[in-house]
């Protein structure tokens, strides 16, 4: 409930670009030309295009301003739980800058870029090697993207053999609202399992559910809930045993590095996150990345090109890496080779780490969670309690502070200087808050974390309306999400004819 | 929390009234949902649904829903205002806030206001 709006006016208010235009100002003044100067057809001008008038000055200065009102991982803890905001180490971007890589093209003769493609070529070794997969597709744009293709890729295996039959996939109620969207865009119908008391997928639902139209089943693991399902093996049984496939889900991956490899869990077919587990910017910083692994089986139904070396190499000389089809492939999903610049920086990563400092990663991100889970249970509630992954999920409500609700205690926590949790989801906890520190964080930030939300769950009883009008000291109040829903257009101005276009 | 004793319930938190044949979605549900920014129904008048098709899908600024209808039958007036005034499903869930009218052909599997309460309460 958004019963409270903004407190008075925001206190720092940056006017918009033009707000801040003067007539005839400008920012860079153009020599005379040194030919005559052509008349423009009529027809071709246009009488009013209002761009704001300023200098280069005014113009840098707003938007460095605006650039303040950030948050990020570079200015502080981010636990947005899901998402996996850990610190991308800049040795990433100075590696995706290189310039035989910025300088490249993808359509240059294959002998110019083995560069590249040898870089292409280990990450998809690697990614093989952390999933126990048989190949890998580095092409998919994100992980939405990832998953659309992996269930094409299911489709395809079970019309290949001649099964046209199945159309349903079953989701655990659990799940990112991405998987039943994939499944939806793949013109699939989703079953979905609800989960068990200790948060597992349920498994009489899903053998109740299980027959001879089952695709298969897309499953996170760890789950949304940040628990590791008990039942995993149990479940790709019954899946397969109806001769449905299992889909990996890989947004959660980076509790298991060097620990656990999906293939073994049962998959056959996964995508996963480089921008999350691989640390490449995202959350409006950049592209994502959503390679997808997949058993021998469906390897021929992988999207095209994969990298593969197209001519052995001898005492003499290195093989020559080149792109190849897969035999029955999907067809392409992206155009030339993926999102290249992610592919370099989740290299950097992987080589930076090597085997031994992944699994450390992993081992830090479940340790980390498992102490904030520690140090806040008696505070709130954690509905499925028991020892978590990387990232667990509490109510953001009290028995006895009634009007306090999860997006209270979100906003409170700007106050202290801290981005909040994920809220709202996953649906089946009451006003869920969804933690997950990552790996990144040491025990000074963690402790810092949790006494602020152990503060804010006493003003929830001692001082309510602190939390209802919270942020207050962040540049901007409390946003009105309903108008931010409700009104689409955010011009400052409207060509005279917009709507008749 | 108003729990209409005139009005059949679903698992789902949808309300149907038996003597109309008007159907909508909950005032449990709608708080659970919060502020609700988009309503877009999805069937048509004339058209014949069973219990348990979808007839509608929400969002909120939480989540996104679908509403699927208690009972089946013939649809004889789909609620036009929801389009531009979503929030109506917030306000009067159960008056202006309805979503589509049926004549009704088929029962659903439904719970009487006492027993949605009380299951309302276990969710809690």
Redesign the interface.
């Known amino acids: ?2 019963d409270f709006k903004l407190q008075g006016q925001p206190k720092v208010v940056e006017p918009t670009i033009y707000e801040l235009s003067t007539p005839g100002r400008t920012g860079v003044t153009f020599p005379d030309p040194d030919v005559p100067r052509a008349q423009l057809p009529d027809s071709m001008l246009r009488g009013r295009l209002p761009l704001p008038e300023l200098s280069e000055a005014d113009v840098i200065r707003h938007f460095v301003k605006l650039s303040t009102f950030n948050y990020s991982v570079d200015s502080g803890f981010y636990p947005l739980g899901s998402c996996t905001m850990k610190y991308n180490p800049k040795i990433n971007e100075d590696a995706a800058r290189l310039p035989g890589f910025t300088r490249l093209h993808p359509l240059q003769p294959i002998e110019t870029t083995q560069g590249a493609l040898v870089l292409m070529y280990q990450l998809q070794e690697w990614l093989k090697e952390i999933s126990g997969f048989d190949a890998v597709s580095l092409q998919p744009a994100a992980g939405a993207h990832g998953e659309l293709t992996g269930v094409l890729i299911m489709r395809a295996y079970h019309i290949h053999r001649g099964d046209d039959k199945r159309t349903k996939m079953l989701i655990p109620d659990s799940a990112h ?1 991405t998987n039943p969207a994939s499944s939806a865009m793949s013109g699939l119908q989703v079953v979905q399992i609800p989960s068990d008391e200790r948060g597992n997928v349920g498994l009489d639902a899903l053998r109740a559910a299980c027959d001879e139209t089952t695709i298969g089943m897309m499953l996170t693991n760890p789950n949304t809930l940040g628990l590791f399902d008990e039942h995993v093996e149990e479940i790709s049984k019954i899946v397969h045993e109806a001769g449905g496939l299992m889909y990996g889900d890989g947004a959660n991956l980076n509790a298991l590095m060097g620990i656990a490899k999906m293939r073994d869990l049962g998959f056959d077919v996964m995508h996963f996150n480089l921008h999350k587990t691989f640390s490449t910017p995202h959350g409006g910083g950049g592209p994502g990345s959503g390679p997808v692994g997949v058993t021998a089986e469906l390897a021929d139904f992988l999207p095209a090109p994969i990298v593969d070396i197209v001519e052995e190499g001898n005492e003499d000389l290195p093989p020559l890496f080149g792109l190849v089809s897969p035999a029955k492939t999907i067809g392409r999903v992206k155009s030339f080779h993926g999102h290249f610049g992610v592919l370099v920086r989740a290299f950097t990563y992987i080589a930076m780490h090597g085997a031994d400092g992944l699994r450390k990663v992993s081992e830090y991100a479940v340790l980390n969670a498992n102490y904030l889970l520690a140090r806040l249970r008696d505070a709130y509630t954690v509905p499925y309690d028991r020892t978590c992954m990387h990232e667990f999920v509490a109510e953001g409500r009290f028995a006895d502070a009634p009007g306090i609700h999860a997006l209270d205690i979100a906003k409170r926590l700007m106050d202290y200087g801290f981005h909040p949790p994920t809220n ?2 996953p ?1 089946i906890v ?1 006003e869920a808050l969804m933690i997950e520190p990552t790996e990144t964080e040491n025990k000074d930030t963690l402790d810092a974390f949790v006494e602020a939300m152990l503060k804010i769950a006493d003003e929830a009883r001692s001082a309510p309306d602190l939390l209802h009008a919270a942020p207050q000291k962040t540049p901007f109040g409390r946003l009105d ?2 108008k931010a ?2 009104e689409l257009i955010l011009c400052c101005w409207l060509p005279e004819d917009y709507g008749n276009q | 929390m108003n729990i209409p004793s005139d009005l059949k319930y679903t698992k789902s938190d949808e309300w149907v009234n038996p003597s109309d044949g008007k159907m909508g979605l909950t005032d449990y549900a709608q708080g659970q949902l919060s502020d609700i920014v988009f309503v877009e129904v999805l069937v048509s008048v004339d058209d014949t649904i069973s219990a348990g098709d979808a007839i509608a899908s929400v969002e909120s600024v939480k989540a996104a829903a679908e509403i699927y209808a208690p009972v089946g039958g013939k649809v004889i007036a789909v609620n036009e205002d929801l389009a531009d005034a979503p929030e109506t499903m917030n306000s009067d869930p159960f008056g202006a806030g309805w979503l589509v009218q049926v004549e009704i052909s088929e029962e659903g599997d439904l719970m009487d206001a006492a027993a949605y309460e009380k299951y309302c309460e276990e969710r809690e």
Do not use: I
């Open positions: 409930m958004t609202g709202y989801f649906l009451h999400e309903v829903a409700k």
